[in-house]
Each structure stands twice: as C-alpha cells, then as structure tokens.
C-alpha cells in the first residue's frame, strides 16, 4: 500500500493592504510548486475587520514588472463581519510556454461597490 500524503507549497507572501483595509491577509498556499504545463490552485486567506459584502477579486501577475496577465474573478457574494476568517480561491493553468524568471502577483479583494477591501501579494520563480 502507498500512503496518500496531501500537501501544498507556500510561496513568498505578504499582505499589501493599509490600516483601513478591511481585509488582512494571514495566509497564502499553492497545491504545488507553479510548474509550466500543469494546473495549481491559489488559495488566500484573512481576517474580516469591517462589515463588508465581498464581489470579486482583482488578480495581475508580473515578470520583471511588466504585466502578463490580469484578470477579475467574481466570488459568490458573502457578507462578512469583523473577526470572521475569509478564504478564496483561484485555478490556474500555466502554459507550457511560460517564461522563466520571477513572477508577482497581486490580488485585490473588493466588495459589491468595486471598493478594495484589501490586498494581498506573494512571488514565485519559474
């Protein structure tokens, strides 16, 4: 029998928000090292410190600080209260004809009136 072990990768991550952001991250996981050829999940996590209506988030990767990618993901929309842990997500698939180098990624949380809520960051290398 061969055990069945889960587990993640956790890339270089910070949260980017201010003081009046509503939404602080306390942590950011990948299901696996981002390799070319292959779907990964994103997962971002944090604590709710104002009431709020999450919508969508705002994600744009970049290679040497220039865009390569952007998009908005609408989440199903939830209200929040302060202290409440919130969790979403993101499948992705990286192209076999990914660049190597450093990638950022910066992920903005916003409500149901496009306001940010708050922002969370992390990098990898391909």
Not at 31 to 49: E, M
């Amino acid at each position: 029998t061969i055990p069945l072990t889960l587990s993640t990768w956790t890339p270089w991550w910070a949260d980017c928000g201010n003081s009046t952001s509503s939404f602080t991250t306390t942590d950011i996981h990948l299901d696996a090292l981002p390799t070319r050829n292959s779907k990964d999940g994103i997962y971002i996590c944090g604590t709710i410190n104002d009431v709020e209506t999450v919508e969508d988030f705002k994600m744009l990767v970049k290679l040497g600080g220039v865009t390569v990618f952007k998009t908005t993901v609408q989440l199903d929309e939830k209200q929040v209260f302060p202290g409440d842990q919130y969790c979403y997500n993101y499948t992705y698939l990286i192209p076999a004809i990914t660049p190597s180098g450093s990638y950022n990624v910066t992920f903005t949380l916003e409500d149901d009136q496009s306001n940010e809520m708050g922002c969370s960051k992390m990098g990898f290398s391909i």
